[in-house]
């Protein structure tokens, strides 16, 4: 009893600093506003990431950027929210010389069109849209990559579509099922609930604080190392009329049928073969991994998981040449030992860390402080500037 009772309080004590600090950031949006972007910065045109083309899907006027030749297997990238195509700039750049290279901007968010009636963001028609344009441009499968709610979308098209996808990446979230049977347990963190419950009920505010300061979110979002042009890109994109509003209507959109259970009948689905590789973090919004990996790895067969530590949200942009590798490694021709139907594999990956740093998110102010100089870069089996006095391997089982 006396652990029920603790255990709420702490629950009590929680939601009352989320609300105060939200409260907080409403004063500070009643005495800022958000900074002019009338201009597109020249990476978003830079010739490195791709040719910008449009196609016509379902009367949309579908943007996209595409870099390699089309004659090459197609290797398609799906973004999450608030994203668009440029986060896919260094994936893009690296596979092309090996794939077909597209990064969509899916309906409504960057060049794409807006669509007319909001039911279009839901997953189903998404997925339809990304299949439709997989035809379009003349393949028969793709390599889908997604990342966060793209990801989302991603395993949406292995279940609805299986048929165009030859090999898939996701890349820190699983399964809307998979989300759907941790709620019921009650296994989703209360800090993950409680922000999708504030987006849902007071959307309104959500776009002021991300205004706030100049769109100071997308600073926090890129993280403290992006560089000045990346966040302009950002800014400039989600500055535009209305293009934060799409995001929350997309959100609106799928978070109305989180709790219906059609999707748990991902359970049943059956098994098309189609390799897979989820690649998640230690800073995801599921802090405890090892509540949906076993289940994950049940139901999707053949897959395959990898662990990056620190890499933050936006994996492939902080840290894209691990992701790169990893990518790679798993794309490669001979490819990873793929485990039977019945024997799911993990994979144990080792790496050369720092042991003063390991589970510590490097900024660029580590370099200044007291916080280990040395390794304030390069860590994590990277080419240190400088010799490391203590060096340990680590194994890190996915």
């Known amino acids: 009893m006396d652990q029920l009772v ?216 890129l993280g403290a190392n992006a560089k000045p042009q990346d966040l302009e890109a950002y800014k400039y994109t989600f500055a535009q009329p209305l293009a934060l509003e799409r995001v929350m209507e997309a959100f609106e959109e799928n978070f109305n049928d989180f709790l219906l259970p059609a999707e748990l009948d991902f359970r049943a689905r059956e098994s098309s073969n189609v390799p897979g590789l989820f690649v998640f973090s230690d800073t995801d919004c599921l802090i405890d991994d090892d509540s949906y990996l076993d289940m994950l790895t049940n139901i999707y067969r053949p897959l395959e998981t990898r662990f990056i530590p620190r890499a933050g949200k936006l994996m492939h942009q902080t840290d894209p040449g691990a992701v790169n590798k990893i990518i790679r490694d798993f794309l490669r021709e001979d490819g990873y030992p793929m485990p039977q139907l019945n024997q799911p594999e993990r994979k144990v990956i080792l790496k050369e860390v720092c042991n003063n740093c390991y589970t510590k998110q490097h900024t660029a102010s580590d370099r200044t402080g007291d916080h280990h100089r040395e390794c304030a870069e390069n860590c994590d089996g990277k080419e240190h500037l400088v010799k490391l006095t203590t060096t340990f391997r680590l194994p890190i089982c996915s």
């Open 6 to 221: 603790i255990g709420c309080l702490g629950r009590a004590i929680h939601v009352c600093g989320q609300f105060l600090q939200w409260v907080v950031g409403w004063l500070q949006v009643a005495f800022s506003k958000p900074g002019s972007h009338p201009c597109p910065p020249d990476t978003l045109n830079h010739g490195k990431w791709g040719s910008h083309r449009y196609i016509t899907i379902h009367k949309l006027k579908i943007h996209y950027v595409a870099k390699g030749s089309s004659d090459k297997p197609l290797m398609l990238f799906l973004h999450g929210l608030p994203d668009f195509w440029y986060s896919w700039r260094h994936q893009l750049h690296d596979f092309s010389k090996d794939y077909w290279t597209v990064a969509l901007d899916l309906p409504g968010f960057g060049r794409s069109e807006k669509p007319i009636y909001g039911i279009t963001y839901k997953l189903n028609n998404l997925a339809l849209i990304v299949k439709q344009f997989v035809v379009d441009v003349g393949k028969s499968d793709c390599i889908v990559v997604g990342s966060e709610a793209g990801a989302l979308l991603g395993w949406h098209i292995v279940n609805q579509c299986p048929e165009i996808v030859s090999k898939y990446v996701m890349l820190g979230m699983p399964p809307v099922g998979v989300l759907q049977e941790l709620y019921i347990r009650r296994e989703l963190p209360l800090k993950l609930l409680l922000r999708w419950t504030l987006y849902k009920h007071f959307g309104s505010l959500c776009l002021h604080l991300a205004r706030a300061a100049d769109y100071a979110y997308f600073d926090r979002l």
